[in-house]
Nanobody, 126 residues
């Protein structure tokens, strides 16, 4: 079992930056792949970024590539999403998720992840 708690959301103007954190409690976070998703009302949860358990591999949605950076500090059991050059269309609730499978399978679907945080709101104004 892994409990995930996001923090760092808030309101920012377009062009600004935010850093989201995802603190993990319980089962070894260090052996889990981690991802960030986002969701706006009335739409499906959307893949944003993913990092392998070791931090050695990352993947991004095209919409955030070059602006967002995902990272993972296993010693602190914490994952991060650095968001730069934010746009109004980045406004959403952001969720971190953990994939506890020992296999390195890249999932962009929420169904590929075993554990979820409660979400943190990010609002970008123009």
């Amino acid at each position: 079992q892994v409990q995930l708690v996001e923090s760092g959301g808030g309101s920012v103007q377009a062009g600004g930056s935010l850093r989201l954190s995802c603190a993990a409690f319980g089962r070894a976070f260090s052996s889990s792949h981690m991802a960030w998703f986002r969701q706006v009302p009335g739409k499906e949860r959307e893949f944003v970024a993913r990092i392998t358990w070791s931090g050695g591999g990352t993947s991004y949605a095209d919409s955030v590539k070059g602006r967002f950076t995902i990272s993972k500090d296993n010693a602190k059991s914490t994952g991060y999403l650095q968001m730069n050059s934010l746009k109004p269309e980045d406004t959403a609730v952001y969720y971190c998720a953990a994939d506890a499978s020992p296999y390195d399978v890249f999932y962009t679907s929420p169904s590929g992840y075993d554990y979820w945080g409660q979400g943190t709101q990010v609002t970008v104004s123009s």
